[in-house]
């Protein structure tokens, strides 16, 4: 993945040096570098293209970095930040945390001195955040096309079938949103929903998503196919506090059960525990709707911390599942998960399953559920529909 332009900001011209020729050899499409904040920003005002990659120090003569990103900001600049530093780690994290107060997308902190790992793991972040299969590599989606998708409807879910690991039936399907951008084509959650959620955007694709998967279960039950729809919240939708009362008069108005949708909520962004994600989750369980822990051992919390939510299903990361046919360490993780979900009387759910040896794996263990490349892999409504018919003539 090509890194579009990068701008490298810092007093040090060794540094500068070293980040330059790093950056070029990544591919970089354009490498700049500036002094000092002062330098940077009249940098940034002739340049056509915003960077996609900036690289900035904190302590530097003129402007400071801290006050570079402030400026930032006030230009509105979305691409990937990271911020390199010799100072104390909590002056960085403070630094971090400040800009991204800003709603600066800051992918990562580089403690000083520099080397190339450090760098690749940065490029790495960024590329996972921000770049987008475009038509030249330097294309970067920026919040106001995203902001153009969501009103015209340009997000739509693709669903992948979950399936009964007993009698093999397809028991439901995760919607799983995708921006169909008219001229760069599928662009994957991966690109845009951690912007939707830096920029308050997100509840405007939960609608989206939502809205379209209840016409669509109801076209599924429609073939005599009753099925479940999970959706995927953000922590931030659980900030709303009539998320419950609006989701649930939706799912009566479209004359559809509360029990046939499945909310999925990461595991890390439980940990929290604030009030109102609390009693949002209440009472959506309390209304009816299936609730699903989603990521599953990637967040750390442990069993206390568990049993106070209201939980129905456990997803367990794809991360373990997927290679746990080959690694003891993931295998046992999943071993661990599976015991924990059937202690809390949950339902268990293994996604990622992409091959017969997981998933024999997998039901050995006792999952209930498997979703994965084996089955099928999330496709657009039409052919998702499509592929029901087909099952109810076969
Ligand atoms: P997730 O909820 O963990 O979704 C599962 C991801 O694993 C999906 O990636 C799916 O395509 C992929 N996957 C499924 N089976 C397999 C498999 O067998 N092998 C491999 N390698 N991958 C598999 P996708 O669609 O790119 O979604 C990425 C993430 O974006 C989702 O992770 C979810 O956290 C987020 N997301 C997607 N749609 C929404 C949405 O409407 N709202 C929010 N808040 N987040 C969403
Ligand atoms: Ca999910
Ligand atoms: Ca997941």
């Known amino acids: 993945q090509s890194l579009g332009d990068v701008l490298v900001v810092d007093d040090d011209?060794?540094?500068?040096?070293?980040?330059?020729?790093?950056?070029?050899?990544?591919?970089?499409?354009?490498?700049?570098?500036?002094?000092?904040?002062?330098?940077?920003?009249?940098?940034?005002?002739?340049?056509?293209?915003?960077?996609?990659?900036?690289?900035?120090?904190?302590?530097?003569?003129?402007?400071?970095?801290?006050?570079?990103?402030?400026?930032?900001?006030?230009?509105?600049?979305?691409?990937?930040?990271?911020?390199?530093?010799?100072?104390?780690?909590?002056?960085?994290?403070?630094?971090?945390?400040?800009?991204?107060?800003?709603?600066?997308?800051?992918?990562?902190t580089l403690k000083k001195p520099l080397n190339a790992e450090k760098l690749d793991k940065v490029i790495a972040a960024a590329a996972v955040k921000q770049a987008i299969p475009g038509p030249n590599s330097?294309?970067?989606?920026?919040?106001?096309?995203?902001?153009?998708?969501?009103?015209?409807?340009?997000?739509?879910?693709?669903?992948?079938?979950?399936?009964?690991?007993?009698?093999?039936?397809?028991?439901?399907?995760?919607?799983?949103?995708?921006?169909?951008?008219?001229?760069?084509?599928?662009?994957?959650?991966?690109?845009?929903?951690?912007?939707?959620?830096?920029?308050?955007?997100?509840?405007?694709?939960?609608?989206?998503?939502?809205?379209?998967?209840?016409?669509?279960?109801?076209?599924?039950?429609?073939?005599?196919?009753?099925?479940?729809?999970?959706?995927?919240?953000?922590?931030?939708?659980l900030d709303n506090i009539s998320l419950p009362n609006e989701l649930a008069d939706r799912v009566d108005a479209a004359g559809l059960s509360r029990s046939q949708f499945v909310l999925e909520v990461t595991e890390s962004s439980l940990l929290e525990k604030a009030a109102t994600p609390m009693e949002v989750l209440a009472r959506l369980r309390m209304m009816g709707f299936d609730l699903s822990i989603d990521d599953f051992g990637t967040g750390g919390s442990n069993i206390e911390n568990l049993r106070d939510f209201p939980f129905s299903e456990l997803k367990i990361d794809q991360s373990f599942v997927g290679k746990m046919a080959e690694d003891a360490f993931a295998q046992a993780s999943v071993k661990a998960s599976v015991d924990l979900g059937k202690q809390l009387g949950l339902r268990l759910v293994a996604e990622g399953v992409e091959t017969a040896s997981v998933r024999d794996f997998v039901t050995q263990l006792g999952v209930d559920q498997i979703q994965g490349y084996l089955v099928g892999k999330p496709v657009e409504a039409e052919t998702f529909l499509q592929w029901l018919r087909g099952r109810r003539a076969s």
Request: proline residues 4%.
């Open 138 to 237: 330097s294309t970067l989606v920026t919040v106001s096309d995203l902001r153009d998708a969501i009103s015209s409807q340009q997000i739509v879910p693709y669903y992948q079938p979950k399936v009964d690991v007993r009698t093999g039936i397809i028991v439901g399907a995760e919607a799983l949103a995708r921006w169909h951008h008219p001229e760069w084509g599928m662009i994957f959650p991966g690109h845009f929903i951690p912007m939707a959620e830096n920029y308050d955007l997100i509840s405007g694709v939960t609608d989206i998503i939502f809205r379209q998967a209840l016409n669509d279960v109801a076209r599924w039950a429609a073939l005599g196919q009753k099925l479940t729809c999970s959706v995927n919240l953000s922590v931030d939708n």
């Open 13 to 108: 011209p060794i540094l500068r040096a070293i980040a330059e020729s790093h950056f070029e050899k990544r591919g970089a499409a354009s490498v700049r570098t500036a002094g000092d904040g002062v330098q940077a920003l009249s940098l940034l005002d002739e340049a056509t293209q915003q960077p996609g990659f900036l690289l900035c120090d904190l302590n530097m003569p003129n402007m400071d970095g801290i006050e570079f990103l402030r400026h930032l900001e006030k230009r509105k600049f979305n691409g990937a930040i990271s911020i390199l530093s010799g100072e104390h780690d909590s002056v960085i994290a403070l630094a971090e945390s400040l800009a991204k107060t800003h709603r600066l997308n800051i992918v990562g």
